[in-house]
């Protein structure tokens, strides 16, 4: 069975600082790799994905895979206070089945102004 | 910009009923999804839903579910006699590809409370 682990926080971070969210996963064969934010009591909304080993970069937001330890990982540069919430890793494909995604229980992120 | 749209927001109904959500994917997307979210818990997928059949499910995905999509637009979820532990928000998701190559978007949920 397919696990998606990370921390749970609350992660607190200063405004301005750099947050780093972190995430295991369990099947070596999944494929593809996201992030997506979910305010309280809101939905999933995708932030980044990445597909191949290294860092993808969008805007405040870099994306690091590394498939050889299963980690993935997300930098927030910059952090601001609308920047708090939960962070959800989820991973796709693999042993488990293409189409649904696995997700974590997600990292609360707390930015301090 | 497109996005998936859901109905009702929020559903109070009793045990042992029976209670439809309908979701609006985006329009030129092929693939479908139901998620739940059990509050303080994780997302789980349920089951996907493509060429007007189910593509994949999981184990909570038992005889008490069915999906459908009964026209063009709509894609429903049907729970048959609800149970305490159904109370979640449910997500529908569309994309268009799969996962495993492509992004899903999620609509704003449906909250069901089961008394």
């Known amino acids: ?113 | 910009e497109p996005e998936v749209t859901q109905t009702p927001s929020h559903q109070v109904t009793q045990m042992g009923q029976e209670v439809i959500l309908r979701c609006v994917p985006i329009s030129n997307h092929l693939y479908f999804y139901w998620y739940r979210q059990i509050l303080g818990q994780k997302v789980e997928f349920l089951v996907s839903f493509y060429n007007n059949e189910i593509s994949e499910k999981s184990e909570i995905f038992d005889d008490q579910f069915s999906v459908e999509r009964p026209d063009g637009s709509n894609f429903t979820l049907k729970i048959r006699s609800t149970k305490l532990e159904d109370s979640a928000m449910y997500f529908c998701a569309s994309s268009a590809l799969r996962p495993a190559t492509g992004e899903l978007f999620f609509g704003e949920g449906s909250r069901l409370t089961v008394l």
């Open chain 1, 1 to 113: 069975q397919k696990e998606v682990e990370q921390n749970s926080g609350p992660l607190s971070v200063p405004e301005g600082a750099i947050a780093s969210l972190n995430c295991t996963y369990s099947d070596r064969g999944s494929q593809s790799f996201f992030w997506y934010r979910q305010y309280s009591g809101k939905s999933p909304e995708l932030i980044m994905s990445i597909y191949s080993n290294g860092d993808k970069e969008d805007g405040r937001f870099t994306a690091q895979l590394n498939k050889a330890s299963q980690y993935v990982s997300l930098l927030i540069r910059d952090s601001q206070p609308s920047d708090s919430a939960t962070y959800l890793c989820a991973v796709a494909g693999g042993g488990g089945g293409a189409d649904g995604l696995t997700f974590g229980k997600g990292t609360h992120l707390i930015i301090q102004p």
